[in-house]
T-cell receptor, first 113, second 113 residues
Framework: DQQVKQNSPSLSVQEGRISILNCDYT??????FLWYKKYPAEGPTFLIS?????DKNEDGRFTVFLNKSAKHLSLHIVPSQPGDSAVYFC????????????FGTGTQLKVEL | DTAVSQTPKYLVTQMGNDKSIKCEQN?????MYWYKQDSKKFLKIMFS???????INETVPNRFSPKSPDKAHLNLHINSLELGDSAVYFC????????????FGPGTRLTVT
């Protein structure tokens, strides 16, 4: 029973354009959401997070949007750069849950020149 | 000055053996975690420790035993290794007291033959 889903296993975008990565969740108790970026043979690297009391959080080229009613979040990267090519994982946790992260299966982003 | 380090990076061993993976963090965090990434790239939490106390223990065979000698270290010992234990194991750490981003180590790729 996968509580966090990333339905697109891969995404290809041209350099300079916007990348939009999507994530859906089923557990309404989740109240904190994170995006991680992972390069091959490395550990996931924290990118950006959002609390359920917000619907948007922005950090430089990265913006995360949260739609609680739809149980959906998305990560926007603009402009996309070749160095952004990596696997992006969405993760969720709930207050009082011991900070346990439940991860999606990841989306492989490829930014082409 | 690696924040979260793991040793070894690669581990190849035969079925039935016992092996350990070590993890250390120099971030001053109180909570440490072990995650398993299986062949389908799905990242799933196994354990978490807070100040040497077990907080999260997911449905993991009791052949897996975490050990935390101090809050900066969380080692994973695996007895009687099985083929299905082949995976990448990630250690992570975070601050205590709520939901916070976790910082991951580079991973240990375990191959059981």
């Amino acid at each position: 029973d996968q509580q966090v889903k990333q339905n697109s296993p891969s995404l290809s975008v041209q350099e300079g354009r916007i990348s939009i990565l999507n994530c859906d969740y089923t557990n309404s108790m989740f109240d904190y959401f994170l995006w991680y970026k992972k390069y091959p043979a490395e550990g996931p690297t924290f990118l950006i997070s959002i609390s359920s009391i917000k619907d948007k959080n922005e950090d430089g080229r990265f913006t995360v949007f949260l739609n609680k009613s739809a149980k959906h979040l998305s990560l926007h990267i603009v402009p996309s750069q070749p160095g952004d090519s990596a696997v992006y994982f969405c993760a969720a946790s709930e207050t009082g849950g011991g900070n346990k992260l439940t991860f999606g299966t990841g989306t492989q982003l490829k930014v082409e020149l | 000055d690696t924040a979260v380090s793991q040793t070894p990076k690669y581990l190849v061993t035969q079925m039935g053996n016992d092996k350990s993976i070590k993890c250390e963090q120099n971030l001053g965090h109180d909570t440490m975690y072990w995650y398993k990434q299986d062949s389908k790239k799905f990242l799933k939490i196994m354990f978490s420790y807070n100040n040497k106390e077990l907080i999260i223990n997911e449905t993991v065979p009791n052949r897996f035993s975490p050990k935390s000698p101090d809050k900066a270290h969380l080692n994973l010992h695996i007895n009687s290794l099985e083929l299905g234990d082949s995976a990448v194991y990630f250690c992570a750490s975070s601050q205590d007291g709520g939901v916070f981003e976790q910082y991951f180590g580079p991973g240990t790729r375990l191959t059981v033959t």
